[in-house]
DNA sequence: CATGAATGAGTATTCATTCAT
DNA sequence: AATGAATGAATACTCATTCAT
């Protein structure tokens, strides 16, 4: 049954005629340059100072092209702001198996942390940042799919852990806040202000006291 | 009382003129009244965004006036920027009496958000973020000179409350980073993505859950 | 009757194959939703802000097809004011046989104004009007083809008025001119910058006192 | 008292600051040869062909400058427009004592002829056209204010006649239009399609002609 | 010393036309 | 023969900064 539903979606694809699958092709290509020729320049530059002349060069199209695919500099942004969130991975439930409520935590913080800096999102969490006024909706959509999805998917795992015991029954959206924001506060705000900031040596002190100083408190 | 406002102002370069005296007032009124407009330009349209014509128009001088008084429209923002956090009045001290840690605690949060809201410094740091890749001066002295500057704050008085017996010996540094993450993490981060954003009714049940979060684990 | 109508497209080339004749078919189709959509295009939008792009999408063919029929923007335009003024039908003729001149002249006018308006021929002549620096050919032959040839009519018919009495000897090209510009003036000129402009109710009116001008001068 | 009069408007002006004075002719100056340059390219090539760069090269000053004095294209166009017809003289009172109502109207006809053909008003009525659907407003304007004003100062000048016994009573702003009409006709009209149209030898015959049979109706 | 007019470098966006399939 | 994605050249407008008075 499997492979008969791959082939109903390949059957139109091979049926397709060549100049249409060649076009669909080419065009998702350049789309893909695009957007990530638009996320370098964004992340380097922010919104404002990235010119899409330089997005359209780097990309390796005309701005014409650039335009065809995103109707304005706004759309565009967005586009790459929603593709940034849009593939984070959420995995608290892969590490809900673990044995100590602190293994769990910090694993967690660990692959949050490894994402937020090896992608790259402090720089785009700037630009949107700095945007702000100019493009509320950028802003919004932003906090609500990457830092309050992250918070969502924080306290659904506390949830599960105190259905186990592991944790004392409590606000599991407060607890989920206040161990978030104890790591962003020396791991990620910094970033904030310093584009050079990088994780310290003390990460793993830092999500242990974290994690310490949460469980203190909301510990079986 | 007279002379002595006078000496306090003209003691440095004896035998000043009446004419010199008079330009040296007229300069410094019109020095405040170009970091009054800029600051609110600044805060709110972000530092790209604010045009110097208009901060000229604001403060009433012309544009060459301003460039007399600071060299660039960076220059300006720094100077802004630097004022506000000089502007800081840290009140760690005068809390230091408190009865109980958590109500030493709850104040000082209190005065924290009260000034960072009241005096729109959640705009002006949106407008450093923005700043953060072209100006990376500003945003490090920002971070270093506010942010940093209320952590030592606030883990001089855990130190202090350390010696009275009132919190067990920990790193009060890194107390101090968590306490105000969780803090941050619900009451300033939002601020950061939504300049509408306003203090929520349930700032007070915000406070005391870190409050007693923090002491779970740091108090005696 | 279907072989009539055949025979009536294909004698030209004999033998053509069926599959040529499709082709000849399709294409003449084509050709005519383009210039449909190309006169809608123009008349609504003047030459310079119609767009290409939405004339193909108008007359729902690609811009390659448009441009295997036309060789650009210029060469469409100048198509589509030809066929329209190739399209005007003259009928200084068939009021030939009026009562009196009043009769005539007031009949030949209402026509011409009819068609004027319903066709949107002032739409037309403005966009016509708009290009004359940059394509001063369209605009002669516009000027020539419609204007001059409907002015020939009026002297023509005034040349048989004469010859039956019903007028005086007299240089009849001027005085088709001066009967036409009276009517202009009130009639067609406010088209010209006032794309809203309709025939008022004054219409008849003014018709009736410029062809009384007229005859006041040129009567037998 | 007339030089009273003077001194009252040029002490102020004498009395005012050097550099007032100074930037206040500058200014003048520069905007003149803006209203210039916008002029020539407006009559040369339309509204939407002339290019604000190109009017700031031919004026001698920064784009920028030219939009310090005129906030956009549209403005400066109608600056240019309102400027080209509050410049045209109205004349009907300066012959309104002319021996005869024929030779009153020939020298009127050849006032206007003169300076719609000598000042490029063909040129610039076209531009207006041209942007008829976009700026509907200086359509209108342009309109009301030079074609209607010409025709309201006509017909001023039929009622003197009238009552001065040299006309018929009758409906002047009728007349008033039909010969307008007759002269636009020949006259006009053709340079709307053909920019090197020129006055042609004809012209007296013309105005001839269509004041006689003006006369033919409306004389007394 | 103050002025504000002038600048030049920069940017997003559009559109007639072509070309690989 | 038909497609439509891609192009490049063009254009209105902005703004930090300077300079003649």
Redesign the pocket.
Known sequence: MNMVRNMDQETPTTARS???????R??A???RSILDAAREEFQGNGF?????????RKA?????????????????FAAVVAEAYSSLELNADAIGDAATVEEALATLADNYLKVQFDQGLNDLMRAVISEVSGLPEVGREFYEMSIKRRHDELSGLFDRLIQRGMLKPHDTSMSAHEVAGMLKESLIWPALFDPSFKLPDSKDKIISSAVATFVARYGA
Chains 1, 2, 3, 4 share one sequence.
Do not use: P, Q
Request: no cysteine; aromatic share 8%.
């Open positions: 060549g100049l249409e699958n060649y076009r669909r080419v065009s290509t350049k789309r404002t100072h990235a010119a899409m002349a330089e997005i359209a390796d199209v005309s701005t014409a092209t650039l335009y065809k695919h995103f109707n304005s500099k706004e759309e565009l």
